[in-house]
């Protein structure tokens, strides 16, 4: 019986070690690939378009990728949990975010992997509350409609900014997809010390802004407010009426 423990231990072991390399070449790959799009950006600074531009500048942003990294890192007893999580939101960047528009079931699957490698972070008994209110039978669940990434910033600052030790703090994340909407809401209570500023430490909420006003125009709403030490953000993306203009243009 022990031998047959030990094989499988160091089975499993072997497997763990194996998984661990794939990961890291995997990451290497991704930050040649950072690179090369940061020498493209640079060439390309004075010759491309608002759009193309603002894109660009979202996709390469490198702070993302720190910051789960140092949620991994500091939660090393749940290693094979955060890689599994870690591989699916590197593929996500990767290779979904090549592309103009993906799916809400591309977009959902990838805030969700990036939740739960957040929540890493916090303790067991914080309050968070993730509500799904999409229905996969939904007409517009699988049609590319949906900027790629467009969830990160509110997720994130959620996690950046809530009061993680007051025995009443909490973040709430809903997702919703109903009639002709998308819509994410972020609440979380308000930290009463200030959030560390870091040198380019991201995009931030006036690239965000800029970002939907390029892409959707019109067709989106963004509300962020404090109320009663909570702050709130709201999504909401009208999906159809946005589908009819691309037609309409062409």
């Known amino acids: 019986m022990y031998i047959s423990n030990t094989i499988l231990l160091s089975g499993l072991s072997f497997i763990l070690a194996g998984y661990i390399i794939y990961l890291l070449l995997k990451i290497n790959r991704m930050n040649a690939h950072a690179k090369k799009l940061q020498t493209d950006y640079k060439a390309l600074e004075t010759k491309i378009n608002s759009v193309e531009l603002e894109d ?6 490198p702070h993302l990728f720190k910051n789960i990294l140092n949620s991994i890192q500091s939660h090393a007893y749940q290693t094979y949990f955060s890689l599994d999580k870690l591989s699916n939101v590197l593929d996500y960047i990767l290779y979904e975010t090549d592309k103009r528009f993906v799916s809400v079931k591309e977009e959902l699957g990838f805030a969700l992997n990036l939740i739960e490698i957040n929540k890493l972070k916090l303790s067991p008994l914080f309050d968070i509350k993730v509500k799904n209110k999409i229905n996969e039978n939904h007409p517009l669940y699988d049609q590319d409609l949906l900027a790629p990434m467009i969830s990160v910033d509110l997720i994130e600052n959620a996690f950046k900014h809530a009061d993680l030790q007051s025995a009443d703090s909490f973040i709430s994340i ?10 994410l809401t972020v609440a979380n209570k308000v930290s009463a010390k200030p959030a560390l500023k870091k040198t380019n430490s991201g995009v931030g909420k006036e690239s965000t802004k800029k970002r939907l006003d390029i892409i959707y125009k019109e067709c989106y709403a963004l509300e962020q407010f404090v109320e009663n030490d909570v702050f709130i953000s709201h999504l909401k993306l009208n999906l159809l009426d946005y589908k009819a203009k691309v037609f309409a243009a062409g």
Not at 56 to 61: D, F, G, V
Not at 174 to 183: G, I, P, R, V
């Open 174 to 183: 809903t997702f919703e997809l109903k009639d002709d909407y998308f819509a």
């Open 56 to 61: 660009l500048k979202y996709k390469i942003n």
